[in-house]
């Protein structure tokens, strides 16, 4: 299974400054996503990181809040624009290939997470 | 995707099994039942998954009743590590992350 690097892995930010996270994965992968877990939450989907073109944004989300790259295949930055503290989380990049285990299962890899405080 | 329903929180004596439930009495008959955890302050880590039959890996044993409406994740040693949230999913193989619902889990404590 692919192996995710994810950085910073925790940062404090003050209110109305912007920050970049960093996905790295050790191999080419199709499908990129990200991740937000609020304290106490469960796993929001953010968006689809899609390369060479728009990520695409759930509901409840956009990209002048949450601008996201894909350069390549290994590659992808979510950055959390403009922070409130309602935007402190844990923001998680995933991977999945389908088929990708040689069960043919559709598993989500996910990387250790960037624990986000906003004051 | 199909939704589903777990316990809140569990507790496991070390070396103990622990059997975490999971309904999904909606599901279809081409979703697969895949299990999570996520231990603190880490990402979700892929168990298991099964469609019909019971299926055992090196981490737990999947055992899904003949309804398919629910399900149960049995890890037959629980050591102290295995203190995590347990995530039960239910999605097509090839279907599109945008609609799984990840629900609160089952917070399991294994206690020494």
């Known amino acids: 299974s692919a192996v995710i690097s994810q950085k910073p892995s925790r940062d404090i930010c003050q209110r109305g400054t912007s920050l970049t996270i960093q996905c790295q994965v050790d191999?080419?992968?199709?499908?990129m996503f990200w991740y937000r877990q609020q304290p106490g939450q469960s796993l929001t989907l953010i968006a689809t990181a899609n390369q060479g073109s728009e990520a695409t944004y759930e509901s409840g989300f956009v990209i002048d809040k949450f601008p996201i790259s894909r350069p390549n295949l290994t590659f992808s930055t979510l950055t959390v624009s403009n922070m409130s503290p309602e935007d402190s989380s844990i923001y998680l990049c995933?991977?999945?290939?389908?088929?990708?285990?040689?069960?043919?299962?559709?598993?989500?890899?996910f990387g250790a997470g960037s624990r986000l405080t906003v004051l | 995707d199909a939704k589903t329903t777990q316990p809140p929180s569990m507790d496991c004596a070390e070396g103990r099994a622990a059997n975490l439930p999971c309904n999904h009495s909606?599901?279809?008959?081409?979703?697969?039942v895949y299990w999570y955890r996520q231990i603190h302050s880490q990402g979700p880590q892929y168990i298991i998954h099964g469609l019909k039959n019971n299926e055992t890996n090196e981490m737990a044993s999947l055992i899904i009743t003949e309804d398919r409406k629910s399900s149960t994740l049995i890890l037959p040693h629980a050591t102290l590590r295995d203190t995590a949230v347990y995530y039960c999913?239910?999605?097509?193989?090839?279907?599109?992350?945008?609609?799984?619902?990840w629900g609160l889990g089952t917070s399991l404590a294994v206690n020494p």
């Open positions: 191999s080419q992968v199709t499908m």
């Open positions: 999913i239910v999605r097509f193989n090839a279907g599109n992350n945008r609609k799984l619902i």
């Open positions: 909606t599901i279809s008959g081409n979703e697969y």
């Open positions: 995933s991977v999945s290939v389908v088929g990708g285990s040689s069960s043919g299962a559709n598993v989500l890899t």
